[in-house]
């Protein structure tokens, strides 16, 4: 069965920092791109950024709201995908997805059940 | 950015209507979208991509439909477990985007 499974959501003041951690099962990992996406309480979805696989360099990219304060990475030999969160804001309170994106596209086609993360001034 | 507009927002409707949820694309995407379902306290998942190709195990009550900047969602006969809130999102380019969500509630 493909898996997705969030870890190291919680409580963060304000202009701290937190790791989140996502961990796949059933799939070959190394394959696919992975992404993380948000949902603050009672609102719609927000990319946030993805890491290629190791095929495509590893690289990167952020929604605008997140670049230069968080970094999405990952780690094969783990079949781990990692989002360093720093210099939070209250507006980065919601549940945190990581997702399975086929690579070459853009497609989300298997979502992870969330962590949430609330930030507070 | 491509800006994705989902109407309506809301929709009312009883178990055995048939119902459609519209979005629109800021441009064009040729047929690059993706349709989610998400029930309450649960992770979306993937109903439709592209624009009218079903994933598997999905019913197929759903069907999709449209290309360019104009796609629909159409649920054929509502069934009580289909009650739950929409999302479009394009696969086309990069930032990744999402309409704003359609909440299809029991009348």
């Known amino acids: 069965e493909v898996q997705l499974v969030e870890s190291g959501g919680g409580l963060v003041q304000a202009g701290g920092s937190l790791r989140l951690s996502c961990v796949a099962s059933g799939f070959t990992f190394s394959d696919y791109y992975m992404d993380w996406v948000r949902q603050a309480s009672g609102k719609g979805l927000e990319w946030v950024g993805r890491?290629?696989?190791?095929?495509?360099?590893?690289?990167?990219e952020y929604a605008a709201s997140v670049k230069d304060r968080f970094i999405v990475s990952r780690d094969d030999s783990r079949n781990s995908l990692y989002l360093q969160m720093n210099s939070l804001r209250t507006e980065d309170t919601a549940v945190y997805y990581c997702?399975?994106?086929?690579?070459?596209?853009?497609?989300?086609?298997?979502w992870g059940q969330g962590t949430t993360v609330t930030v507070f001034s | 950015d491509i800006q994705l507009t989902q109407s309506p927002s809301f929709l009312s409707a009883s178990v055995g209507d048939r119902v459609t949820i519209t979005c629109r694309a800021s441009q064009g995407i040729g047929s690059s979208l993706a349709w989610f379902q998400q029930e309450p306290g649960k992770a979306p998942k993937l109903l439709i991509y592209?624009?009218?190709t079903l994933r598997s195990g999905v019913p197929s009550s759903f069907s999709g439909s449209g290309s360019g900047t104009e796609f629909t969602l159409t649920i054929s006969s509502l069934q009580p477990e289909d009650f739950a809130n929409y999302y479009c999102?394009?696969?086309?380019?990069?930032?990744?985007?999402f309409g704003q969500g359609t909440r299809l509630e029991i009348k």
């Open positions: 997702v399975r994106s086929p690579s070459v596209t853009y497609l989300l086609d298997v």
């Open positions: 592209p624009a009218s």
């Open positions: 999102q394009q696969v086309k380019n990069y930032p990744i985007t």
């Open positions: 890491v290629r696989n190791k095929a495509n360099g590893e690289t990167t």
